[in-house]
């Protein structure tokens, strides 16, 4: 399979549209929240990161009647039940996975595709499993038609992983399991990074933060309280 290279600055991407001012003040609203949150997540969100957010048009993966709340910074529903994250967690998440631009990435939970192609302008390859076979199609045809061509999208149970495509240097779950699958934290590289919320879906979940080093040595770090939808599936 051959990637190349996404630039945020491309204008298929609708980088240019009428919306600059509105990711703008989205992009104030993520800084100002990263302050509010800092006792708990005591990470300034980089510019790198910000300036992602500022350019992924993000009304392109809302459903047509909710377009004008696009840049609000709050969760929308995309349908089958389940919602495009909150833009300071979808900022804040992928901050935590300090991505460089030779990495790849496996991401769990495709939903809307947002998530996804902030990830395709920070890494080099991204691999996205969604359980919901609609989302999963609708979300590649949207991909591709902005131009991403190192995102691979598939339907499936992203709880155990993608091992054809392993190890990967960080994973990203965006709906919360009860406990770790232990099949992400083997796909996992020796340094790499996954992020994910991780508790019972009718309570508030923990975000957590887990870096695998170059022994093989799992760690874990509590981030942030998060309420997400949760993992689904057979395991
Ligand atoms: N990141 C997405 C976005 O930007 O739109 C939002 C994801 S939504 C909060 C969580 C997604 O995880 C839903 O689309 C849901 O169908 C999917 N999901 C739940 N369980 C899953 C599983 N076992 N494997 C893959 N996807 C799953």
Known sequence: MEFLKPRVTDKKRGCDDRYVAERRRMVAEIVAMSHETGGYAPRPISEK???????????????????YCAYYNRPLPIGHGQTISQPYIVALMTELLALDEQDNVLEIGTGSGY???????????VYSMEIIAPLAAHAADLLGELGYANIRVKTGDGSAGWPEYAPFDGIIVTAAPNRIPQPLIDQLKPGGRMV?????????????????????????????????VPLTGGR
Request: proline share 6%; hydrophobic share 50%; glycine share 4%.
């Open 49 to 67: 990161v910000l300036s992602v957010m500022a350019a992924v048009p993000r009304h392109r993966f809302i459903p047509e009647g909710m377009v």
């Open 115 to 125: 998530q996804t192609a902030v990830l395709a302008e920070m890494a080099d390859r």
């Open 196 to 228: 994910l919320p991780v508790g019972s879906w009718s309570y508030i979940q923990q975000l957590i933060l887990i870096t695998k080093t170059m022994d093989g040595t799992v760690q874990q770090e509590n981030i942030l309280p998060v309420s997400f």
